[in-house]
């Protein structure tokens, strides 16, 4: 195997030769008032919390008698689901013990002109869809989502990125804790009004995923009318190369981080195409592809490997599989410092909740381990070929035999190739096993909302509120004179309107501008409210021929002010020539 | 293009889909004037309006596409909706007991159409087999749909057919018996049954769901799989309502059938017992008896081979089906400022009885009393009861309440004012003679009446005070 060539390291040409392909899904929080289906307040964080409610997840079955896959995964797992609730910011509709009231308006008309700049083609008519999720992070086991649009687009460089659709839908639990059969969820954001933006899968490299979701970050933040900060705007990552498949990388809060995790998964497909081919070559088949396992707690009395001692004295069972087939695979290096067997190790945390660590064990693994005489006599229950590598893993008796039978589903899909999932994004780049990818099976309608009309006359008074686009501000700031730098950073914050409002009769454009993203971002991490910077513009106080030196602390005094209604202008021009020298 | 073609489309719509030769189920292209849309057709909702056209999309999506704005449609093929659902068998095991199922409407247990997103409703036992595999674990079921109305829709001819199809079940001797029912109007028809059927030597239980079983979070799944318990195993022979304790997934409540009442619009914990405690508390592991006066079990199938069935004739002897109602009866919620038509109205229109929801301890306002005085000269038997739902009827302590009695009205204790409906309907179905109706309605039957309240039959907390804070943190919800 040749090493896991560094990120950054590659041309364009070689991410094409992997059929390198990208698509994002954006999610972005709304600056609303309210949530999206109820009327409690948005954007509020809990600290605290009045109670708890349990609640289980259960899959409900297809008309064929068949259960969605991830749901079936999730149902597997038997979590309980613990909701912590703030009585100020949850009410009894997101905790699913009453039904929705009509959908918030503000939410829509922003989302209307979102819909607009990405020029999607509008519906005539938004329905209420029920998305299943049985991971737990909706109380209703369903999240409500709607779609305004189809087929629009966002111009990234000199290419246009395909946008499939835009949606609208309520946002989910924030997870505390996910500890074996038990997860937790805090509730206070669940419901908040957030867009879904779907691109089509057209990046082609790292780089270009992240100039994507760039645009598309500067584009929602053009309106003036979306959340910020921590956790208000989240990717998921779709990757996946040629002979692959979609993979998502879920919920990357950060747009510099996707450019490793989308090269990392890139590679981690290639690694699992190159073990299936091996596989291949060894004459294993998918189709009744048989790993033989067994209890071995007997056999195991006298173990000394610190784990299953530990298990034993717990009263716990081991459990063992033999992999035939997979010598010599399972440490293969599939990401930066994760080899294949780690996707067995996060299959069995994940699915059976054994997530105490380790929580399994492989023959092929050096150091730390059961003795060779102990590994003979569990090969020998187990039979198959001397060769092939085993896995033990410990635990609760239900919890290690569904450890088993997921082990050797996961070794069942290493057959096939790539397994199609959620993978989540972990801090150094690389990604562990979330869940299986769910369907478009999982959606159907919302009974209990009725269809709400989007005419023409609706469509066109939000034209009429609707931001410019970034790339017309862009073009406008240019005119200003501003560099590539200045400009990305007004329209990034959202300010570039305001600035080019006041710009006009600014006698020093550059000036005002770093007055408008580098001392008003320093100001806002002194933890200073800033005002809306549209009322700056009757200041005027920034233009004059004060020192520069001078303007961070006259912005200060205007913000501490609350801005030109509390201030005055006049006031503001005094503070400014109090400060001057 | 023939009816089910179009189904729900009217007007600009219907005519829409005729003119391009497509109907629902067509796998479609539409041209529009903001761009090309792909998806399904799907069935249009009659209160809907007629200008719109649902597709649902291949990423799951529906939406819907102004007809006016439509340029052209073709169809690219057809995917004919099937509402077949598998169907596994329910596994019998003569060790365990037998229980019997009946529907009177709502869904217990239901399964998706994702392309349609139609609910289909399941309720064989194999069906419900396939939704709540646990139920294996407790009994063998059998099942029969006997009605599909929704709650509210339950009327007479339902309680009368479902109280005789209960009495013949437990002739025939299942271990108990579990009735599926809409929970708006589920303590009626609790109500009701607990006057009809008398002294069941089985379990009796009321069962539904409070979020529909089409959500992964539904509790129709642990509602139907407590009820069932209850009636598999349970040792409280009475006619009951199994619905969540809290909200949270933890255990549900068996509650009395005449003292139990729907107290929440939405709420999964929505039943609640009134003026007493709940008999039972039902969980995964079993039934926890929460008071020690209930009517015990007197058969099961599991009982000792030869004793079983002597004590089924034993049992059977006792139980006794009276299934009457006459609907000449009504319930008047009485408001401040009601004035003597309101009760003219019904004796005029031939009405038997009625049982007024007073305020207080039993109370109208005085402009009432003539026609109090009139209903009774009718023949028209007049009771009364308390809207504060808590508490009992008490009409000597003002004179208002003298007053009132004194025109025959009578009070009924701490009967629900539902309860007493129901009851009043029951009794009027049995006799013509007024003076019967009246001593039918004042003899306690199944605990409608009952002989004290103790001080935790009422317990309302009011969140925001510190103790109540401390008391939800410390239980789940």
């Known amino acids: 195997m040749t090493p896991l060539p560094a990120f950054g390291s590659l041309a364009a040409c070689e991410y094409a030769d992997l059929g390198l392909r990208i698509g994002l899904e954006v999610h972005q929080q709304l600056l609303t008032e309210k949530k999206l289906f109820c009327r409690c307040p948005a954007g509020r964080r809990s600290r605290r919390w009045d109670a708890r409610i349990l609640r289980h997840m259960r899959p409900t079955l297809s008309e064929l008698g068949e259960v969605d896959a991830t749901a079936l995964m999730e149902f597997k797992t038997r979590k309980q689901i613990l909701y912590h609730l703030d009585k100020e910011s949850v009410c009894t509709y997101e905790m699913d013990d009453a039904p929705p009231f009509p959908l918030n308006e503000q939410a829509l008309d922003i989302a209307m002109e979102i819909a607009l700049l990405l020029d999607v083609q509008p519906v005539g008519e938004l329905h209420v869809i029920r998305k299943q999720f049985l991971d737990g992070s909706i109380p209703a086991g369903f999240q409500r989502t709607a779609l305004l649009g189809v087929d629009g687009a966002v111009p990234v460089g000199d290419r246009r990125v395909r946008i499939q659709q835009l949606g609208l839908e309520e946002d989910s639990c924030r997870e505390l804790s996910d500890e074996g059969h038990w997860r937790t969820f805090a509730t206070d954001r669940l419901g908040t009004p957030l867009v879904e933006i779907v691109t089509a899968p057209d990046m082609r490299t790292p780089g270009e995923a992240m100039r994507t979701a760039q645009a598309i970050r500067a584009l929602t933040r053009a309106t003036g009318r979306v959340r910020r900060g921590i956790g208000a705007a989240r990717q998921d990552v779709n990757v996946s190369i040629t002979g692959g498949t979609r993979v998502e990388i879920a919920g990357v809060p950060r747009i510099p981080a996707i450019g490793r995790l989308a090269h990392n998964e890139a590679f981690r497909q290639k690694g699992l195409l190159a ?197 017309a501000l862009d073009a406008r700031l240019a005119e200003r004179g501003l560099g590539p730098e200045l400009r990305r950073q007004l329209i990034a914050q959202g300010r570039a309107g305001a600035y080019l409002d006041l710009a006009a009769d600014a006698p020093d454009p550059v000036r005002l501008a770093v007055l408008f993203t580098a001392h008003w971002r320093r100001l806002e991490r002194e933890g200073l409210a800033m005002p809306d910077p549209a009322d700056l513009a009757g200041v005027g106080a920034f233009q004059a021929a004060a020192p520069r030196q001078a303007d961070l602390a006259a912005l200060r005094d205007w913000a501490r002010g609350g801005g030109a209604r509390a201030y005055g202008a006049g006031a503001a021009l005094a503070a400014h020539r109090e400060v001057t020298p | 293009m023939s009816e089910d073609c179009c189904q729900g489309y009217r007007g600009p719509g219907r005519e829409l889909l005729e003119r391009w030769r497509v109907g629902v189920w067509s796998e479609v292209r539409v041209e529009t004037e903001h761009g090309a849309f792909t998806g399904i057709v799907l069935p249009r909702s009659e209160t809907a309006d007629d200008w719109h056209l649902v597709l649902k999309l291949a990423s799951g999506y529906n939406i819907g596409l102004d007809v006016h704005a439509v340029r052209a449609i073709r169809e690219l093929g057809r995917r004919e909706a099937h509402y077949h659902i598998d169907e596994r068998s329910f596994p019998r095991d003569p060790q365990k007991p037998f229980v019997k199922l009946f529907g009177t409407g709502g869904t217990i247990a239901s399964r998706l159409d994702y392309r349609t997103g139609a609910v289909i409703p399941a309720f064989s036992p194999g069906e419900l087999y396939g939704s709540v595999p646990e139920l294996a674990e407790l009994c063998n079921l059998e099942t029969e749909q006997l009605y599909s109305v929704f709650s509210e829709n339950m009327g007479p001819a339902q309680w009368i057919g479902t109280a005789e199809a209960v009495a013949a079940q437990i002739r025939a001797g299942a271990d108990g018996i579990v009735i599926g029912h809409g929970t708006d109007t589920m303590h009626h028809t609790a109500a009701v049954l607990s006057f009809m059927l008398q002294k069941p030597p089985v379990p009796v239980v009321m069962v539904g769901s409070q979020r529909s079983s089409d959500r992964p979070s539904s509790d129709a799944p642990l509602n139907l799989f407590h009820a069932t318990k209850a009636a598999a195993e349970s040792d409280l022979a009475e006619v009951m309502v199994c619905m969540f304790g809290p909200t949270s997934d933890e255990y549900g409540l068996l509650h009395r059938g005449t003292r139990v009442r729907k107290m929440h619009a ?212």
């Open chain 1, 275 to 471: 073990i299936r081919d091996a596989l291949r070559s060894r004459r294993i088949s998918g189709a009744g592809y048989a790993a033989p396992r067994a209890e071995v707690t007997g056999l195991l009395g006298n173990c000394e490997y610190a784990p299953v001692r530990r298990a034993r004295e717990r009263g716990e069972t081991v459990g063992a599989v033999l992999l035939p087939g997979f010598e010599a695979l399972l440490t293969r290096e599939l990401q930066p410092g994760a080899w294949f067997l780690q996707e067995f190790i996060d299959r069995v945390r994940v699915v059976a909740c054994l997530d105490r660590r380790p929580n399994l064990v492989c023959s092929e693994q050096l150091g730390d381990g059961p003795g060779l005489m102990e590994w003979n006599r569990v090969r020998q229950v187990l039979g198959g070929p001397p060769e092939a590598p085993v896995l033990l893993v410990w635990g609760h008796p239900r919890d290690v035999d569904t450890a088993l039978v997921e082990i050797t589903l996961r070794a069942q899909e290493a057959l096939a190739g790539v397994p199609a999932e959620t993978r989540q994004a972990l801090l150094d780049g690389t990604t562990g096993f979330e869940r299986v990818l769910p369907g478009p099976e999982r959606m159907y309608p919302d009974t209990d909302l009725p269809p709400l009309v989007m005419d023409t006359g609706r469509w066109e008074r939000a034209r009429e509120r609707m931001a410019a686009p970034p790339w």
């Open chain 2, 266 to 477: 939405s709420y999964r914990s929505t039943f609640r017992t009134l003026g007493d405690t709940p008999l039972a508390m039902v969980g995964r592991e079993g039934v926890t008896p929460l008071r020690t006066t209930y009517h015990h079990r007197r058969f099961s199938t599991r009982g000792p081979e030869n004793a079983t069935e002597s004590a089924r004739v034993e049992a059977l002897a006792e139980f006794h089906c009276v299934p009457c109602f006459d609907d000449r009866a009504s319930l008047v919620y009485y408001y401040p400022g009601m004035k003597a038509d309101v009760i003219d109205a019904l004796v005029d229109s031939g009405y038997r009885g009625i049982i007024l929801a007073g305020t207080g301890l039993g109370h109208v306002n005085r402009p009432v009393y003539p026609a109090l005085k009139r209903a009774r000269d009718a023949g028209v038997a007049v009771f009364m009861t308390v809207q504060t739902l808590w508490g009992f009827t008490q009409m000597y302590v003002y004179e208002t309440g003298r007053a009132i009695m004194g025109m025959g009205v009578l009070p009924l204790a701490n009967m629900l004012p539902e309860v007493a409906y129901m009851k009043l309907g029951w009794a009027l179905g049995q006799t013509e003679d007024p003076e019967v109706v009246r001593r039918i309605m004042l003899e306690p039957v199944a605990g409608e009446i009952t002989e004290r309240e103790p001080h935790d039959g009422y317990l309302l907390y009011q969140g925001g005070l510190p103790e109540m804070d401390q008391f939800a943190m410390q239980h789940r919800k």
